[in-house]
């Protein structure tokens, strides 16, 4: 079989942290990942090869998301990574729905497993690097993921519940997939989808149904599976970014990094967190409902 040895993965709820601790860590020198340009061609490998122009010893050009920065035109033709849902889904074939299923119960077959790491570790090779990284957000899926990396490294991002979730409702993809119903599939008991189907006009309160579940099921996983995995805190690396930047690279093994330093240099990281200092009006009225819901003491019924 095909080796990776070790890929670094980033779990997280969405909207947690996950995107600017990622963007840090991958901009190490020895890391691959996913990019838009894969993306947009799920099937090709070749593409990989387009990480070699924007990043070669003559300079570095850098793509980021915009909900965290200012960008450029540009910005969208340059080579940076993404969580690549279509690429995903491509990858993994029509037998599960890696989207939205929480894929508690599946792993793949050993001929789906080789086929996956064929592809990895191509574009592992294209881009001109050593190790696989990659990030994805909401269910952990991390019994599927360990399936196919039994070595992975994990590295799951947390984020006050109430900032998390007032921030997704702020999002379009949010208000159009997770506000009225469930979004992720597979892991709710028959009385949490029958309060579920009668609740769709309390977007705070599903968001934090669905919420609660990412964190119980991530954390019953990573039991379960026993898998290498550090919790980051967003609040504490915007606290001391250096400190968690080092100590998320020595739980990975990975040396210290000359375009991560030069980025903590550049770069002036934000707390998200105080631009949402204030409550939501329409979150406060639920807010006590929430907080059952959160703590686990709320009794489900339709």
């Not at 279509?86 to 497993?113: M, P």
């Not at 090779?125 to 490294?153: E, H, V, W």
């Amino acid at each position: 079989m095909i080796t990776l040895a070790k890929p670094l993965i980033f779990i997280g709820s969405g909207r947690s942290g996950s995107t600017v601790i990622s963007e840090i860590i991958f901009r190490h020198e020895q890391l691959a990942w996913p990019s838009n340009y894969q993306e947009k061609f799920p099937s090709s490998n070749s593409v990989n090869f387009l990480r070699r122009f924007f990043e070669n010893k003559y300079w570095h050009i850098y793509g980021q998301k915009p909900q965290l920065n200012k960008v450029s035109f540009f910005n969208k033709f340059i080579f940076k990574p993404v969580e690549a849902y279509d690429f995903w889904e491509h990858i993994t074939g029509n037998r599960i729905d890696f989207s939205r299923s929480f894929l508690l119960n599946d792993t793949a077959t050993a001929e789906e497993a080789l086929t996956i790491r064929s592809f990895f570790a191509k574009m592992v090779k294209n881009q001109g690097r050593s190790r696989l990284s990659f990030k994805i957000t909401g269910p952990s899926r991390i019994g599927y993921l360990k399936s196919i990396f039994p070595d992975a490294i994990f590295i799951n991002i947390i984020r006050d519940p109430f900032y998390t979730i007032q921030s997704w409702l702020k999002v379009d993809f949010w208000q159009d997939k997770g506000a009225h119903q469930l979004w992720w599939l597979g892991a709710y008991t028959k009385e949490e989808e029958a309060w579920a189907s009668s609740h769709t006009d309390h977007p705070w309160l599903l968001a934090a149904l669905q919420y609660k579940k990412i964190q119980e099921k991530t954390n019953a996983e990573i039991a379960q599976h026993n898998v290498p995995c550090m919790t980051v805190a967003y609040e504490d690396f915007v606290e001391m970014p250096e400190k968690i930047v080092a100590d998320i690279l020595s739980f990975s093994a990975l040396p210290p990094s000359i375009q991560i330093s030069r980025y903590l240099k550049e770069n002036k990281i934000y707390n998200q967190n105080k631009k949402q200092l204030s409550m939501d009006p329409e979150m406060m009225k639920e807010k006590e409902m929430m907080d059952q819901i959160l703590s686990g003491h709320f009794a489900f019924s339709a």
